[in-house]
């Protein structure tokens, strides 16, 4: 037993019994506080990390609840590098993972019995050797939290990990709300997180290519030339973002769909290419493809309406 798995160890056996109802009340259970040798330094909550050879990279530190000094909320201890949290899951070769954001997250998913992964140094942290180390056939989910870093985090995994899928917790665990927000604030239930896996997408597809199709009477003189003049000063997200909520990920736009009840964020605007794409029921196309679908226009008609948002 080398030093530092001592070290965990003699922590462990001195965590108080107040530190211990603590974490049972942020939805970590007793046998995953046990089984991650979650334990006390004398001043702030230890959290052993594993690295990919099994033994204990580094400590994370908790803050004590009882500290009401505006230091960080977790520390690492000197030296540690980014390290991926929970690689002992993989060892057991399981079908699935969910990765998310915040070690305390991942305990609680682990309560929960849904094997769960993290970073240690944030939502903008996802190594690509990480990423390797997961294997094909296993399903990947993306849960971060609900602000613009964690959407910003989900993103950068997603293009990682393209097969992974984005989980999309409820509006009601609030702006910034996680996933210890949805088992302990709420009072959710396992079964209600695994319905939110069942209805996840991948965002990091390939983006659609939507040939420009001339529609029957349509004018076709300069008609390209006109579309591509107007997509320039009327950009997709922005003609969208006019109709519907769109909150940015990464380089693209995310909402629900106008053209189904998508109860989960389906529907992607891609800036680079002017298109849309619903991941839901498969509707997409560029700008005028949207107008025409979203108020019933024709042709003419929505390109009329381009014409006038440009001038």
Not at 37 to 50: E, S
Request: aromatic fraction near 8%; hydrophobic fraction near 40%.
């Amino acid at each position: 037993m080398d030093h530092q798995y001592r070290l965990a160890h003699h922590y462990h056996q001195a965590l108080p019994a107040k530190i211990r109802r603590y974490l049972n009340g942020r939805g970590i259970a007793d046998r995953i506080i046990d089984a991650r040798l979650l334990g006390w330094n004398g001043w702030r909550i230890t959290i052993p990390v594993f690295g990919r050879d099994g033994k204990i990279a580094s400590f994370r530190l908790a803050k004590d609840p009882e500290d009401r000094s505006d230091g960080p909320k977790m520390l690492s201890t000197p030296g540690a590098k980014a390290e991926l949290y929970g690689w002992e899951i993989l060892q057991s070769s399981p079908t699935g993972v969910v990765i998310c954001e915040g070690e305390f997250d991942r305990l609680v998913l682990e309560s929960q019995g849904i094997n769960a992964l993290t970073s240690t140094a944030g939502a903008a942290t996802f190594l690509p050797d990480w990423a390797e180390a997961l294997p094909p056939e296993m399903e990947v989910f993306v849960c971060f939290d609900n602000d613009q870093p964690g959407r910003l985090g989900a993103c950068k995994v997603a293009q990682l990990i393209p097969r992974a899928r984005l989980v999309q917790l409820p509006e009601e665990v609030g702006e910034g709300g996680d996933v210890t927000d949805f088992f302990v604030r709420l009072g959710k239930i396992r079964d209600e997180f695994v319905a939110l896996l069942d209805t996840a997408v991948p965002l990091a597809k390939p983006e659609p290519v939507v040939p420009q199709v001339v529609p029957h009477g349509a004018p076709s003189t300069g008609v390209h030339s006109e579309i591509e003049r107007l997509r320039q000063l009327v950009p997709i997200e922005e003609l969208i973002g006019r109709y519907l909520p769109l909150c940015r990920m990464g380089r693209h736009r995310v909402g629900r769909c106008p053209f189904h009840d998508d109860a989960h964020p389906s529907f992607v605007v891609y800036s680079q290419s002017q298109n849309f794409y619903c991941f839901g029921c498969q509707a997409h196309g560029d700008a005028i493809d949207f107008l025409m679908h979203y108020q019933n226009l024709t042709f003419p008609e929505a390109l009329q309406v381009l014409r006038d948002l440009a001038s």
